[in-house]
């Protein structure tokens, strides 16, 4: 094992952030999460397996909460109150399992896709391989994250600890991208270099139709696109849920690094999400209840599109470069070898799951080009019913969600996230490559399934709403935020 001096500098200097933000280990975490290119050390018994930086923020928090006073108590109670965790639980013995026997047990007998350092992906019989740990041990951490998230949103003053280190994830996203795009366009070249130390291949130089692909602190540009349509869902949530014209601001900057990140991964999630987020403004006006910020923001798009038709008559040519971005990216992607290359590996891997007669080749045991069909191949037929239960409590309440999350701070926390992790599986479904969703996913779980539980009691006499063992609701969210 080899540590990483580079990662452990990333690693003090997150932690000090955290520090100043009133908490170490969960805003560093947060983060951390950014960071998808630095790693802490170098596993080389595990084939050179670097484990990413959130990794050592993820069990300093499971440490935490481990040996915290009440643990086994509060472990107890979250079993008892969310059947949500039954199935996390059921999940994560069921990935164990399926890692460990699957590629033995139905060794030689399909196609899989490894990847090997230095070489790319290669397809090889089905085997025992080292993905089956490391990124099995990925899942499980993400798993384990979730029990803790729900255990310290039962504590007072978690939930806006959660919720500032969410506004830092996308922040620091955001910052990070910027910085990556500016070196590029001063000539400097890959500025966030020095903070790359995973053992994975990066592309992080590429251009694509005359652009700079943008990667920030991930590895690749359609893995930054991934996380930047998740921090956008985000921003745009939380922005109509507390009007604070600082994450609209946040979302349009978001928007525009999604524009120029050259990610055709990005613009699918993009052409997914965005429906999504008109039809809930499009309810919003229907029930009566568009907000003048919801009409500025269609003003905006209308000025936008407006100054783009004028300048446009102006000077037809000013456009060009980004029309054969989109030809490049989007219209002749189905043309390219990569698009064939990863349609490959996505009927391969729905073929895998046939010849294992749906019980899955294991967790890490191939990879495919979308999460849907690397969780259909390498969980098989349980594992994915598993997997769908957990997502469609993620997509119940979307409709009226102010009947469950009455306290409109909890609203905020709890729609973003989970608008968030959503956006990030409609990306994923497009290019992931592997069946685990990610640590966001397990934490934005957590995030909603416990803010759903929250107890309130309504006093008549004054139409507030009062949690147990809280302060009145009734104070201006703004107000509350700037304290």
């Keep these: 094992m080899d540590i990483s001096l580079g990662g452990l500098v990333v690693f003090v200097v997150l932690l000090a952030l955290g520090y100043f933000l009133q908490s170490p280990v969960i805003i560093g975490l947060f983060a951390s999460l950014t960071l998808g290119s630095t790693a802490i050390v170098i596993l080389g018994a595990l084939g050179g397996s670097s484990p990413l930086i959130y990794t050592a923020f993820a069990m300093m928090l ?29 999940l994560l013995v069921y990935v164990m399992a399926g890692a460990i026997l699957f590629p033995r047990l139905f060794a030689g007998s399909t196609m899989v896709f490894v990847t090997t350092p230095g ?172 907000s003048t910020q919801d009409l500025l923001l269609v003003a905006l798009v209308w000025m936008g599109l407006a100054a783009a038709l004028c300048l446009y008559l102006y000077k037809e040519q000013i456009f060009e470069p980004l029309i054969n971005l989109f030809e490049t990216v989007v219209l002749n992607k189905g043309a390219s070898a990569s698009f064939a290359k990863r349609t490959y590996w996505n009927v391969k891997s729905l073929e895998s799951f046939f010849d294992t007669a749906g019980m899955g080749v294991g967790m890490g045991s191939s990879r495919a080009a979308s999460w849907v069909v690397a969780t259909i191949s390498q969980l098989g037929t349980i594992g994915t019913l598993l997997m769908a239960c957990l997502v469609g409590v993620l997509l119940r309440d979307m409709v009226s969600p102010k009947s469950v999350y009455p306290d409109m701070e909890t609203l905020a926390l709890a729609s973003s996230a989970r608008a968030c992790v959503l956006a990030s599986l409609a990306a994923a479904g497009v290019s992931g490559g592997s069946a685990d969703p990610g640590l966001l996913f397990f934490i934005a779980l957590a995030v909603v399934v416990a803010s759903r539980k929250r107890q309130f009691v309504r006093h008549p006499e004054s139409q507030s709403l009062r949690t147990r063992d809280s302060e009145p609701l009734d104070i201006p969210l703004r107000a509350r935020l700037r304290d």
């Design 62 to 90: 499971l440490a935490s909460v481990a040996l915290s006073r009440g643990f086994l108590n509060d472990l107890v109670l979250t079993f008892a109150n969310y059947w949500t965790a039954w199935v996390v639980g059921a």
């Design 119 to 290: 070489i790319g992906v290669r397809e090889v019989p089905l085997s025992p391989v080292s993905g089956n740990i490391a990124q099995t041990a990925y899942f499980v951490l993400g798993g384990l994250t979730f029990f803790a998230i729900a255990i310290l949103m039962k504590k007072p003053g978690c939930p806006d600890i959660i919720r500032r280190g969410f506004l830092t994830w996308a922040i620091l996203h955001t910052a990070l991208g910027l910085a990556d795009l500016a070196g590029k366009l001063a000539g400097v070249g890959d500025v966030l270099a020095p903070i790359r130390t995973a053992s994975h291949d990066f592309l992080v130089e590429d251009e694509a139709a005359g652009f700079w692909r943008i990667v920030g602190g991930r590895s690749e540009a359609s893995s930054f696109g991934i996380v930047t349509v998740a921090c956008m869902a985000f921003s745009f949530t939380y922005w109509r849920a507390t009007r604070l014209p600082q994450m609209l601001v946040l979302t349009i900057v978001l928007f525009f690094l999604l524009i120029l990140s050259t990610s055709t991964t990005a613009y699918a999630g993009f052409a997914i999400v965005a429906p999504f987020g008109a039809a809930a403004m499009m309810v919003s006006a229907l029930r009566g209840r568009i």
